[in-house]
């Protein structure tokens, strides 16, 4: 599977609207979300304690987990398949190394070094990898030995998603909104 055709999934399936975050309006989402611990935060509190990691988030998005969780990286990669999202990532300022590209690691070869990571991150990305078998050889090759690989999917059998299928929409899992058709991936 190409990046290009990949990128047409996520337009097909989101268009270049706001989407869950920005359907505040909507029930049951604008209820249950209260009462919800955020996933980001959810995986904030998975993050090792102790000495600062070297990380690795796949599927960064505009970069502001790793900008969020700044105090407990020595350094960050970040890497996601909406290049305007990458660009978004770049302009964060970081005191620490930072560095953000665009790629799809379903597909590529992750381009570093073994046993190099202390961490790698994964927040609603996985259920878009097309090939996890060859995603997850790389990160545990990247990883040093007792490195951790900290993700989240979302649980599309949740009360509220459940009430989305019944009415025949697809459950939304980002909060990213894409470019217009016209733009092409880098």
Known sequence: MQRHSLYNI???QYGSIQLLHGNEG???QTILRKIE???REKVSECIPLGKKLDVLEIGCGDGSFLERNSSRWNSVIGVDVVSHRILQARKRRFDIPAKFFC???GIEKIPLKSSSLDCVVSIATLQYVGDLDNLFKEIKRVLIKNGKFIFEVPNAAVFWRRLLFLFGRLPKTTSARLPSKGM???
Do not use: L
């Open 10 to 12: 996520f337009e097909e």
């Open 26 to 28: 909507r029930f049951p």
């Open 37 to 39: 611990k955020h996933r």
């Open 103 to 105: 790629a799809d690691f």
């Open 184 to 186: 092409v991936m880098v």
